[in-house]
């Protein structure tokens, strides 16, 4: 009777889907950092709610590998979206573990996702390493190739993503005009079937974008421990040997025949010269004292030559009285003034 009990007060796989689901949203639409612990917890609690739905799932067995989306009935479509809600939810995961394991972790859940739907053909598209698998063929004639191929990958990947996002704006408008009525219960079975399918294609969009993001970011996070690994391992820059300069053959040829530009070559480092420099500041500050200090003779010379110096002011003052006075008698008498000697 016990056992009983505790069947009947387990969560139904109904109840565990939907209360991911709104933890799901409750966290994207948060405006907490998604590191805060209220919305780690959410994360958590909803993996944790998702994977006892997996379990639930797995025991009840209600899907096959060998049926398609039509022969599923309408209300357990959307329990093929499980693995994409754990994708979604384990890249918010912020924790003690590498971000890189979680990446992976994620694109698991991901792939696993697409696998399904991509199986029971819910929709037509081309798994990720379909996408990035190399062409058949030569390795030579692919490694010439390379640009031309990469030029159409390129293009033809971003022609699907302008894709996708159209297909996936249509979807989003159809979902939130048919919600109202499913959610309520007052949609027929075609309208529910339709609502459902609707939500798988528009998870289908979300991970292929979200496989592409994470290939990328490990892409990086393995350039960055890569780099990390080498900074740590070379020896220190005591151990380094000194790097020997180098002369461009055209320099050399240039410098023979229109000379290098400049008096002489280098004869020492910077840190030579400035060690030369330091100890030469010494002396050259006592070499500078011993000039600024004159000498004995020379200040009792000095003494002697002050009256030289007032006599040769008071010259000077007389010179210029005179030559005043001259620029006077010219303004006043006219030039050949006083000459009698050629007068006829």
Known sequence: MASYTEELQKPKLRELLETST????????????????PIQEKVRKALSLLENASDMLSQLDLFSRNEDWEEIA??????????????????KLVGPSKRLDLLRDAREHFMNFLIQSH???????????????????DPAAATSDSLEHNLVAMA?????????????????QRLSSLKSAVVSGQADDERVREYYLLQLRRWISI????????DQEI????????LGEASASPMSTEERPPLKPFVLTRS??????????????????????????????????????????????????SEQEEPDLEQKEDDDENALHRMQEWDDWKDTHPRGYGNRQNMG
Not at 30 to 36: F, V, Y
Not at 74 to 91: C, F, H, I
Not at 207 to 214: F, K, N, V, Y
């Open 252 to 301: 050399v040829a240039q410098a023979q025949v229109f000379g290098s530009g400049y008096p002489s070559l280098a004869t020492m480092t910077v840190n030579d010269w400035y060690e030369q420099r330091q100890k030469g500041e010494v002396s050259q500050s006592v070499q500078e004292a011993e000039k600024e200090t004159p000498p004995p003779g020379t200040l009792a010379l």
């Open 119 to 137: 199986n029971y053909h819910v929709a037509e598209f081309q798994l990720p390493w379909t996408q990035s698998s190399s062409p058949e063929g």
């Open 156 to 172: 033809s990947q971003r022609q699907s993503k302008i894709q996708r996002y159209k297909q996936k704006k249509a979807v989003e």
């Open 74 to 91: 309408s209300a357990d479509l959307k329990y093929l979206m499980l693995p994409a809600l754990k994708g979604a939810l384990t890249l």
């Open 22 to 37: 709104e933890l799901l949203e409750e966290v994207e639409a948060a405006t907490q950092p998604t590191g805060s612990k």
């Open 219 to 226: 892409e990086i996070l393995r350039e960055r421990d890569s």
């Open 207 to 214: 991970s292929l974008d979200e496989i592409e993001s994470i």
